[in-house]
C-alpha cells in the first residue's frame, strides 16, 4: 500500500475486532501496536467509554496547570435525584415537598431544585435541609427568591458540613402555607 493522508482513506464499514495492528512511533522507532493495546482499560460502549478501574479518570497532566494546582484527572461524574431530610429550626412543619437533584463533577457538587411548604404547622426559626453529601467546610452559601406566594429574598447557609438553613434576607424565619423556595448552588466536597 503507498503511502496515504488520512483523510485520504476510505472510511471503514465494520467495527473495529480489535486485533488490528497500527504503526506507532516510539522512541524513534517504528512499533507494531494492536487496537486492543489501545484501548486497554477501557471499555468502549454505546454509552461511551467506561472507566475500568475506579479513581482512574481522564487525566489532563498534558496541561499546563495554574498555581495552586492540585489534580488533573477528573475522575467522577454523577447525577441523580435526592431526597433530603427537611426539618425546621423550631417547631415542625405539617407538611412539605421538595424535588431535588444534584450532579457531582470531580469534588464540585451542585444542587437544584425546590423545596415547598405546603402546611407550615408550629415551624419557626428557619427552613434546614440535608445535602446528598458532606461539604469539606461549613462554608456554603445562596441565595433566592420565593416564587409562588409573596416573592421574599431568602438566603441559604449551612448551619454544618451536612445541613442548609434557609431564612429571609434579614435571618428571620420565611415560613408559610404553600411557600415555594427554589434552590441552586454548588460547593466543595472533601
Known sequence: MSNSKISALTSA???????????????SATKQVSVANLTAGRTQTSNGIVQGTAATGYNFTAN???AGMTSQLLN??????YTATITAGSGAFTSVTQSLFYTRTGRIMQVAGRITIVINGTAGTYLGFTLPIASAAN??????????VIGLVFGGASISTTTIAITKYDGTY???????????????LG
Open 76 to 81: 467522577w461524574y454523577e447525577e441523580g435525584t
Open 64 to 66: 499546563t496547570p495554574s
Open 13 to 27: 464499514t465494520t467495527p473495529l475486532a480489535g486485533t488490528e495492528t497500527l504503526p506507532i512511533v516510539q522512541s
Open 139 to 148: 462554608d456554603v452559601s445562596f441565595a433566592g427568591r420565593e416564587n409562588q
Open 174 to 188: 420565611l415560613g408559610g402555607n404553600s411557600y415555594v423556595f427554589p434552590i441552586q448552588f454548588s460547593y466543595k
